[in-house]
Structure formats: C-alpha cells, structure tokens
C-alpha cells in the first residue's frame, strides 16, 4: 500500500496560469488538471439526504461557515465503524457544508486552500470500508431536480495522486444557510465518475485571472457583495474540539489571542513549483519537549505552502527523519509513516514553526495521528516528501490563518478558542487593526447589539463570563461579548437545527471596540 493513500488532500497543479495543459506527477496527494474533452455527459444522481449538517451564517459583508471534523459523530453517523484502519482517510479530514440549487440540496465539501475549483458527487462505489460509509453521508446534488441549474456543457478530468475526478461543469444557486442570502450562477463541477474519492473538494486557493478561466466560489462571494474583503479566515479546531470555523470577508477573533503577524505570499514565479499557492518562508522548526530543553533543526529554514486539504505535515526527507527520531522512530515503516509511542499525545511538548514576526507551537497530541484500531496505533503527523514542503492540517490545527488575497499576505498567529464572535472586515487594511480577544480579562460585559451598538456594562455580568486557554496553554477568563443568535426556529436542509453559537457577523469596528474596551477596563 503506497503511503499517499492515507493523505486525502488535494493540491491543484498547474503548468502555468491558463495554460490547460496536463501536468505529469508522482507526487502524494496531488490532483492535475487535464484539458476539457468538450463532452457533455448528463448528471442522473439521485439526492440523498444527510444525517446531520452544519449551517453557513452570513449578514454585513462576512459568511461563517461551521468547519466539521469527520470525526464529529453529532454531524456524521457514528455507523463508520469502531476500527479505522490506516489506509482509510476520511477520518481525518475538515469539511463545510454548502446548499446548491433551487430547492437547496446539501452537501458536504472538503476544504482545500491548496486547489482552486469546487466539485461534488464522489462515486462511492471506488472507495472502501469507513471511506465509503462516510462517502455515502456527505450528500449529492442532483441538477435535474434544480430549477435554476444549468449545464455548460464542458468537462474536465481532475487528477490526485490517490484519485480521480471527471467532471462537467454546472452553474446554480448556492443558498447561504440561515438567511435569505443566495449566491447565483456560481460554477462548480459535478463529477460523472470518480475513482477513490470520498467527498467533494471546495477549493479555495487563487480564482479568476491567477489560476481559472472562471469566478470560483471566493472570487463569487466578492462579485456578489457577500463580502467586501477578499480574504478569509481559518480556525480547524483541535482534535478535542472537532469543530471550527471559516470565515469568508472577515475574521473571528474569539479564535485567537494578541495580534496577527503579516506574511507575504511568495509570487508564483518565485516559489518552488512556480504556482499560485500560499507559499511562504518559513525559519526555523524546534522542538521543545518536556523539559523545555529546545533544540531548533538544522536546515529547517525553507519555503513551505498551507494546505488544508493536506491531512500531514511533508519536510525533506533528511529533516523529517531527524524529527522522527525524537518522536523514537528510527525509519519509516513500509507505508511511509513514522510510527510512534501512543503515550507521547499526553506529553506537554510542542513542535515549533517559526515566521518572521511569529511562532506557532504544535502540541505533540495534535501533530501525532492517532488511529483508534485494537490495540491502538500511533503516526507521526508529518511524512517525508523530496517533491513538496507543505504545512497540512497537522500544523494548521495549531494555527489562526488570514488568507488575504488583495494584497497577496498571509496573517497567522496562534489559535486558542475562547467563544464565537465573527467579524466582518470593511477591508483588508483592517487587519493590521485586529486583535485576538483570548486572554482577555475584566469586570465588565460587553454587548454587541445587533443594531451594531456596543455597551459596557462595569461590574454588570451580562451574559456571564467564559474561560478559554491563552497561547500557552493557561486558563484564562474572557467576558462575554454577546452576539445574536440564529433566527427563532431556524433549521438547516437537512432538518437538522442550526449548530453555529452565532450566525451574525458583525461590523469589524464593533467587536474591537468591544473588545478594545475590554482591554482598556483590564489596564485598569
């Protein structure tokens, strides 16, 4: 069994901008595109209803997506099976729910900010075990039953390095969840034949003019006036949590604590594979266990790109043998993958990117893959690659990412949870404003109207108080900022009630006054 077949990601390549020109590849994970046949194959899916589903939240220029673990049994059926083995991958993947269509069809799509198109309807059939149970739980459109779809009569073959997907292209409605909010004529792909894929892919890389011919789903949400910043925002939530949050045009900074550090995304022309993807330089990688005695990695200081639709970590093969080594592996096993003590996931030590301006420290337990067979088994979250450095969802765990598309930066810090309060940004100069509101403390409450007002309250607990974990782990007290909650009675598609704490987004400049407030009480 070839090591990629337990990375689900999907990194787009491309030859150049526009070029259409099929790429050759043996590299893990990675999908290629193939120039259109020109064929117009009719779509027969039937829908099938999901068991559970997550809303998507939208209102003053900002769309809250719910991001949901596959591992989230209050979303996906718990009939998956208690063994997972390790060739099966949809168990640890990030998933968003989307509407398409007139009536709305939900259906669950992986995110991937490593490609730039969105499809759906996987074939089941060519995946196994776990895999095709969760296949077959992620929904299916169906455009014969949607009054406003419409076939453009072009396909495309998509190739990965575990998979394949043919898809002919459509444009429908994606209805925004939770309000009248709908997005027309977006173009997606729905897949007439598959092979080893068990879900869709909402890629969200680069759009229209960078890396397609076409608006893709971010480049829409701006033509649309969903969101006035082109940019988003993204919290994967720990393994603990397994749920988090994107937010499109806005940021939530209930997800983070201090300021967010600015990254410049290395031009396509500059970067190592001369694509147009979420390359940055990164410094230096440490480890500091324990006994906080750090040791930084010789010859860890290399460009790397984000990749959500990456379920490792993939460093040169010399650097991740050394790291596998404090981790006690001394090779990889036959598949690929450093295996590991299991008891290292309850060990207080951390991995250690660091940035110009910045350090993100994974904790063991999030960079260790933990498969939950008899007896349990235990993996490095990070693999060996001679083609690609990238930084999957073993590191962006740890992570609160701003993929800022304007002005072609990244903005990152530590993640750490502390509530809910998503944000709309007027623009992408806001960011430079932002501040995490974790760590936080002081007496007063402050309430964030709907009305967009802002109060405080000293010495009032209005809404109570919460707890939350600063970026070192201390437990730390955050008053409420209280925020609205979803229309009364309101549900998803799938007749499920709406999951999100929130489902408003707020103006940037009321939540940092709140919470700029909160500070000033703090200084206090």
């Not at 031009?267 to 410094?283: E, G, H, I, K, L």
């Amino acid at each position: 069994m070839a090591f990629s077949l337990l990375l689900s990601a999907s990194v787009l390549l491309l030859s150049s901008t526009f070029s259409g020109h099929a790429v050759a590849s043996s590299l893990p994970f990675t999908n290629t595109t193939i120039p259109p046949t020109n064929v117009s194959i009719p779509h027969t899916h039937a829908p099938i209803k999901l068991i559970n589903s997550s809303v998507i939240a939208h209102d003053d220029g900002c769309v809250h997506l719910p991001i949901v673990h596959s591992t989230n049994a209050n979303h996906f059926s718990k009939k998956r099976g208690v063994q997972l083995q390790l060739a099966n991958r949809s168990d640890i993947a990030y998933y968003a729910q989307l509407s398409i269509g007139t009536p709305p069809q939900p259906v669950f799509v992986q995110l991937d900010t490593g490609s730039f198109e969105l499809w759906v309807n996987p074939d089941c059939t060519t995946v196994q075990g776990a895999d095709a149970a969760f296949c077959q739980q992620v929904g299916r459109y169906d455009g014969n039953t949607s009054s406003t779809a419409k076939s453009l009569g072009t396909t495309k073959t998509l190739k990965y390095g575990i998979g394949t997907a043919n898809i002919t292209y459509f444009e429908d409605t994606i209805t925004l969840a939770g309000t009248a909010t709908a997005l027309q004529a977006v173009q997606f792909g729905v897949a007439t034949a598959t092979e080893d894929t068990f879900s869709g892919i909402l890629g969200i890389g680069y759009g229209k003019g960078i890396a397609t011919k076409y608006k893709n789903f971010v480049d829409q949400l701006v033509a649309q006036n969903a969101i006035r910043a082109k940019a988003y925002t993204l919290a994967l939530g720990s393994k603990e949590e397994k749920e988090g949050v994107i937010v499109f045009g806005g940021v939530d900074p209930s997800k983070f604590a201090g300021p967010l550090a600015k990254l410049p995304i290395i031009d396509a022309n500059n970067s190592p594979d001369q694509v147009p993807r979420f390359w940055v330089d990164m410094n230096s990688i440490a480890i500091t266990p324990p006994n906080n005695d750090t040791k930084v990695y010789e010859g860890s200081k290399m460009p790397v790109f984000l990749d959500s639709g990456s379920t490792m970590t993939l460093l040169p093969p010399d650097l991740a043998a050394t790291i596998a080594k404090d981790f006690g592996a001394d090779k990889e096993d036959d598949n690929g993958f450093y295996r590991i003590d299991c008891g290292l996931t309850s060990m207080n030590g951390t991995l250690d990117f660091s940035f110009n301006g910045l350090k993100i420290r994974v904790p063991y337990k999030e960079m260790i893959r933990e498969v939950p067979s008899n007896p349990p088994a235990c993996f490095l979250g990070i693999t060996p690659s001679k083609k690609f450095t990238l930084l999957g969802d073993t590191f962006l765990r740890s992570a609160y990412v701003v993929f800022d598309l304007e002005t072609d930066s990244i903005w990152m810090t530590q993640a750490t949870s502390c509530g809910s309060t998503p944000a709309a940004l007027g623009s992408v100069n806001d960011l430079s404003m932002v501040v995490g509101a974790c760590g936080l403390t002081a007496e007063p409450a402050v309430t964030v109207s709907s009305a967009g007002g802002t109060t405080a309250t000293p010495g009032v607990g209005v809404g109570g108080g919460g707890t939350g974990s600063d970026t070192n782990g201390a437990s730390a007290t955050v008053s409420t900022v209280v925020v609205p909650e979803s229309p009364p009675g309101a549900t998803s598609t799938a007749g499920s009630p709406v999951t999100s704490s929130s489902s408003r987004c707020h103006p940037m400049a009321v939540v940092a006054m709140a919470f700029a407030l909160l500070a000033l009480a703090n200084m206090g």
